[in-house]
């Protein structure tokens, strides 16, 4: 869905997202590498089953998977068991069958084989479907990603970065959290690149007004002191309509409204502490601002 004229995107960070499901993703669950979240290839079976019901919804679980893993993944599917319970019994199924954690054991021989082989199957064009690389974001925008993550590999956010600039993303970085030295597992993953984030998120916040500049005017006075903010505005000055407003750290209006000119005295004892700007504008411009402090 695409609602340009009610929602602006100032700025994207996803995380270790699987970016390539057809390609990178495939790649990386139906190889011969074991891959301990085994559970999922049965929950995205699941779930195209049911987003494309006339193709990988007619085709069975029985048409797809080995008869010894039918019996867990259908409570799953009744909801009789969580996701985690179903990874626990495949992959003690999978440990006595075959000795390894490999999801492509779980699949009957013919389907691996179209996976692996025939993009016309049903499961890749489904696959293909939920990609979502292959486009350009206008707003500025960071892929987190750790390169020792076990579940999502960090190859989507590299492809995803090739493409995207080669599409014309004009600010656009797939960016490591982790390191050779010290790899981080999909959910080690989480504080890094939240905290990373947070300070790409901060970089983009304008606290003060859509306005463009601050067209400063000395003789206007912001003062703070004891709980109490002093407002001066000269008489003489052109404007009208004049607002005084408070933005706090996160860029959240607290506090607005209209003022007259001369000496106007707010009592702001109701804000917690932390810091804050305090504008002051007219129907012209924003024309002045001051950081206030409340301990």
């Known amino acids: ?72 993944i259908n409570e799953f599917k009744n909801e009789e068991i969580d996701l985690w319970e179903l990874n626990d019994r495949v992959t003690n199924t ?15 021989p013919d389907v691996l084989n179209s996976l692996l082989t025939d993009p016309t199957h049903p499961l890749n064009v489904a696959l293909e479907d939920n990609d979502t690389y292959d486009w350009a974001p206008e707003a500025p925008t960071r892929l987190y990603y750790c390169q020792g993550d076990e579940q999502v590999t960090f190859e989507n956010a590299t492809l995803a970065e090739t493409v995207m600039v080669a599409n014309g993303a004009a600010d656009l970085e797939a960016v490591q959290r982790d390191s050779p030295s010290f790899p981080l597992s999909h959910g080690g993953c989480v504080t890094p690149a939240t905290q990373a984030l947070i300070v ?61 000119k001369g000496v106007t005295i707010e009592d702001v004892n109701w804000l917690s502490s932390g810091m804050y700007i305090v504008t002051l504008k007219d129907n012209e411009s924003l024309y002045q601002n001051a950081k206030l402090v409340k301990y």
């Open 1 to 72: 869905l695409d609602y340009p004229d009610d929602f602006k995107v100032t700025g994207s960070a996803p995380m270790s997202g699987p970016y390539s499901i057809s390609e990178k993703m495939k790649e990386f669950t139906l190889s011969d590498e074991p891959y301990g979240t085994v559970a999922y290839l049965a929950w995205l079976t699941l779930g195209y089953q049911a987003a494309y019901p006339e193709t990988v919804g007619m085709l069975g679980l029985d048409e797809l998977f080995k008869p010894e893993y039918l019996s867990d």
């Open 200 to 260: 790409f998120f901060g970089s983009l916040q304008n606290i003060l007004s859509t306005n463009s500049e601050v067209n400063a005017d000395p003789n206007v006075k912001i003062q703070y002191y004891d709980g109490q903010l002093l407002l001066k505005i000269p008489f003489e000055r052109k404007g009208t309509m004049n607002t005084v407003s408070i933005f706090n750290q996160s860029g959240q209006k607290v506090f607005e409204r209209n003022i007259d």
């Open 94 to 108: 999978l440990v006595s069958t075959v000795g390894t954690v490999t999801p492509k054991d779980m699949l009957l």
